[in-house]
């Protein structure tokens, strides 16, 4: 069975700062990706990553997937309180009948 | 449309009736999925249609859940005999399950389900 989890699932850090959420999954899948969730509303697609060694960057958020290790990694650069909100990771081992599994999500408070 | 569609937004009911959730996904997308967040916590994947396949009814909870999926479009998630346990958001995506390319899942606003 495909087990996708996170940690920290909870961070709570200060404008400015950086920080590092780590995504680890049981599988040997390389399609992983990464959603936002912003309280009470639904989930938002943020990065593909489909290689090991891909690299994705978006603002102040990057992400990486090291498919060896079986980890993917959402760096924080410079935190912004806008970026406060839950972050998913997710697996699609849909080629071996393994469907999309989450991570039990991150929730980041950005504090001023 | 432009995007996933689901409906109830909001659905209140009594313990131990039937409720139906409707999720409309994107047009051309193939493959649909219904997932459960329970307050506060990440998403439990229910059920997973894919074209013309059998659907993968892997994660339905009990015997009170099941999914259709009409001419490979809309899909209605019924609950039967609802308990308190089944509060939660029930959430629908759609993607176009490009094989082994990227999958991106679109995402409903979800429908909020309260069982009193």
């Known amino acids: 069975e495909l087990k996708v989890e996170q940690n920290p699932l909870f961070l709570s850090m200060q404008e400015e700062k950086n920080y590092t959420i780590y995504c680890n999954y049981s599988t040997t899948s390389d399609r992983l990706y990464w959603y936002r969730q912003d309280p009470g509303k639904s989930l938002e697609s943020l990065f593909v990553?489909?290689?090991?060694?891909a690299v994705k960057q978006e603002g102040r958020l990057m992400a990486s997937l090291d498919t060896k290790a079986r980890l993917s990694t959402l760096h924080i650069t410079a935190a912004v309180h806008d970026l406060s909100a839950t972050y998913f990771c997710a697996v699609d081992d849909s080629l071996s009948g393994q469907n999309f599994v989450f991570g039990p999500g991150t929730r980041l408070s950005v504090l001023p | 449309g432009a995007g996933v569609s689901q409906s109830p937004s909001n659905k209140v009911t009594e313990k131990g009736k039937d409720v139906e959730l409707r999720c409309d996904p994107i047009?051309?997308?193939?493959?649909l999925y219904w997932y459960r967040q329970s307050l506060g916590q990440g998403l439990e994947f229910l059920i997973y249609f894919q074209g013309n396949s059998a659907p993968d009814k892997s994660g339905l909870p009990s015997d009170r859940f099941s999914a259709e999926r009409t001419g490979g479009s809309v899909s209605t998630l019924t609950i039967q005999r609802t308990q308190q346990e089944d509060s939660a958001v029930y959430l629908c995506?759609?993607?176009?399950?490009?094989?082994?390319?990227?999958?991106?899942?679109?995402f409903g606003a979800g429908s909020r389900l309260t069982v009193l």
């Open positions: 990553l489909l290689s090991n060694g």
């Open positions: 995506a759609s993607s176009l399950a490009l094989g082994s390319g990227a999958n991106v899942l679109t």
């Open positions: 047009s051309g997308h193939t493959a």
